[in-house]
T-cell receptor, first 114, second 118 residues
Framework: EPEVTQTPSHQVTQMGQEVILRCVPISNHLYFYWYRQILGQKVEFLVSFYNNEISEKSEIFDDQFSVERPDGSNFTLKIRSTKLEDSAMYFC????????????FGNGTRLTVT | AQTVTQSQPEMSVQEAETVTLSCTYDTSESDYYLFWYKQPPSRQMILVIRQEAYKQQNATENRFSVNFQKAAKSFSLKISDSQLGDAAMYFCAYRSAYSGAGSYQLTFGKGTKLSVIP
């Protein structure tokens, strides 16, 4: 069964540094998402991406965040200047084009900002 | 904005027994989708079951079933014959059927941690 893959599984970075989290969504999916889960808290929506542009974003997704689909397969989340509070699990997800299509999640990238 | 509430932070169940996890949601919409996701210690998010709001019949997937009460805005998950591998965080999630912005994003509850006792 096709799956969403994320790399790296764990990223440690220093405060103020830029990080890029990478995702390969399921190939025939049309919608792509990033979610964040701070340890012990609920999963929070960051951004959705469709037709090569952001279709929706939350208030968490401020100017330090950006997303890109640089080629036909990768979907990246860039955090420009990381802060301690950016430490979290970041999940990429993708879904098909129908309303009842569930989101398929990757295994997540654990980001630790020191 | 829609909200999803899971009132049980933690639950436990004896192996082979049945457990029900509760979820309520708040929405003014009439059409939407509801999901249960499982997050084991590996942290992966795994879809367990989904329900379309326009369907009266409760969804079932093997040992997992839901009790969907639309009027009460309740969407509980029942796990029958619990197994050790069912131990995980369980998240209830809501998705609107009205997506003018071209997004089908999910709104999650805070989760219920399920422990299975051998």
């Amino acid at each position: 069964e096709p799956e969403v893959t994320q790399t790296p599984s764990h990223q440690v970075t220093q405060m103020g540094q830029e990080v890029i989290l990478r995702c390969v969504p399921i190939s025939n999916h049309l919608y792509f998402y990033w979610y964040r889960q701070i340890l012990g808290q609920k999963v929070e929506f960051l951004v959705s991406f469709y037709n090569n542009e952001i279709s929706e974003k939350s208030e968490i997704f401020d100017d330090q965040f950006s997303v890109e689909r640089p080629d036909g397969s990768n979907f990246t989340l860039k955090i420009r200047s990381t802060k301690l509070e950016d430490s979290a699990m970041y999940f990429c997800a993708s879904s098909g084009g129908q309303l009842n299509s569930p989101l398929h999640f990757g295994n997540g990238t654990r980001l630790t900002v020191t | 904005a829609q909200t999803v509430t899971q009132s049980q932070p933690e639950m436990s169940v004896q192996e082979a027994e049945t457990v029900t996890l509760s979820c309520t949601y708040d929405t003014s919409e009439s059409d939407y989708y509801l999901f249960w996701y499982k997050q084991p210690p590996s942290r992966q998010m795994i879809l367990v079951i989904r329900q379309e709001a326009y369907k009266q019949q409760n969804a079932t997937e093997n040992r997992f079933s839901v009790n969907f009460q639309k009027a009460a805005k309740s969407f509980s998950l029942k796990i029958s014959d619990s197994q050790l591998g069912d131990a995980a965080m369980y998240f209830c999630a809501y998705r609107s059927a009205y997506s003018g912005a071209g997004s089908y994003q999910l709104t999650f509850g805070k989760g219920t941690k399920l422990s299975v006792i051998p």
